[in-house]
T-cell receptor, first 115, second 115 residues
Framework: NAGVTQTPKFQVLKTGQSMTLQCAQD?????MYWYRQDPGMGLRLIYY???????DKGEVPNGYNVSRLNKREFSLRLESAAPSQTSVYFC??????????????FGPGTRLTVL | AQKVTQAQTEISVVEKEDVTLDCVYE???????LFWYKQPPSGELVFLIR??????QNEISGRYSWNFQKSTSSFNFTITASQVVDSAVYFC????????????FGSGTQLTVLP
């Protein structure tokens, strides 16, 4: 039981390049999330998927797209990377969909640098 | 709107001292959940505790204890007899039952325990 896994762990991009961050969970959770963590700002929600087939914007969705490929996988795509997207990206999952009592479990994070 | 404030940016203590991390939250919802997460130097986010708005009973788990007070909108976390391994960034987070389902994080408190 690996929990939530993310690939890659580190990535350096040039401005304008695109890339996809991958996330998978093996806990049979319904909901999945993408956050970014910037220094001094805690974590901010980019997108979330309450259940397979649905996605919704979070606090900071601009410049990102997501795909809930199946129940296990939730990917985050940067179409044209910008230096402002330099951050640590965390994927998370929780058991139920749309309920506040769920505990979110996090992956190890992806450290992305955009030059 | 939801907001979580962790006024202590950094705390430094000597091993075996007790330390309390403060968390103050704002929400208009009557049903909400509060969380504490730990982020050690390795970078992953580790879930510590979840509390719902209807349960103000304080909890002790080993060296950890939590003090939830609705009257002051606070959810403080105390480590008794701190150890070097407790050194980490600690995040308080809030999740409400509102339509915009998301976990709102505070900016975190960096705890350093010196030997």
């Amino acid at each position: 039981n690996a929990g939530v896994t993310q690939t890659p762990k580190f990535q350096v991009l040039k401005t304008g390049q695109s890339m996809t961050l991958q996330c998978a969970q093996d806990m049979n959770h319904n909901s999945m999330y993408w956050y970014r963590q910037d220094p001094g700002m805690g974590l901010r929600l980019i997108y979330y998927s309450a259940s397979e087939g649905t996605t919704d914007k979070g606090e900071v969705p601009n410049g990102y797209n997501v795909s809930r490929l199946n129940k296990r996988e939730f990917s985050l795509r940067l179409e044209s990377a910008a230096p402002s997207q330099t951050s640590v990206y965390f994927c998370a999952s929780s058991e139920e969909g749309g309920f506040a009592q769920d505990t979110q479990y996090f992956g190890p994070g992806t450290r992305l640098t955009v030059l | 709107a939801q907001k979580v404030t962790q006024a202590q940016t950094e705390i430094s203590v000597v091993e075996k001292e007790d330390v309390t991390l403060d968390c103050v939250y704002e929400t208009r919802d009557t049903t909400y959940y509060l969380f504490w997460y730990k982020q050690p130097p390795s970078g992953e986010l580790v879930f510590l505790i979840r509390r719902n708005s209807f349960d103000e009973q304080n909890e002790i788990s080993g060296r950890y204890s939590w003090n939830f007070q609705k009257s002051t909108s606070s959810f403080n976390f105390t480590i008794t007899a701190s150890q070097v391994v407790d050194s980490a960034v600690y995040f308080c987070a809030l999740d409400s039952s509102g339509s915009a389902r998301q976990l709102t994080f505070g900016s975190g408190t960096q705890l350093t325990v010196l030997p």
